[in-house]
């Protein structure tokens, strides 16, 4: 079975930064692009940044210039990491793998974490 586990959310005032973290599990053959999404009350799931098994990198415009994807391969694990952050940016963000896994590949979430940017 392949697990994702996001970890790093929390309450943080604007300004300031986070670092979330999103490890995947379990007998993994390959781990292909990897994605953050997030979800505010009331609106739809948001595709925030991806980044490919390569490295490249894609970001929604809203987030351009203050937060930065990464990834470890040897680890499978992505990261987040979320500078002068705004009260906008309050959700609940979630992790997506594309991964290989006993030779079918499949899309797998984790199970979320609150983000909350407030004073």
């Known amino acids: 079975q392949v697990q994702l586990k996001e970890s790093g959310g929390g309450l943080v005032q604007p300004g300031g930064s986070l670092r979330l973290s999103c490890a995947a599990s379990g007998s993994i053959n390959r781990v292909n692009d990897m994605r953050w999404y997030r979800q505010a009350p009331g609106k739809q799931r948001e595709l925030v940044a991806t980044i490919t098994r390569g490295g490249s990198t894609n970001y929604v415009d809203s987030v351009k210039g203050r937060f930065t994807i990464s990834r470890d391969n040897a680890a499978n694990t992505v990261y987040l990491q979320m500078n002068s952050l705004k009260p906008e940016d309050t959700a609940v963000y979630y992790c997506?793998?594309?991964?290989?896994?006993?030779?079918?590949?499949?899309?797998?979430w984790g199970q979320g974490t609150q983000v909350t940017v407030s004073s």
């Open positions: 997506n793998a594309g991964i290989w896994y006993a030779s079918v590949f499949s899309d797998y």
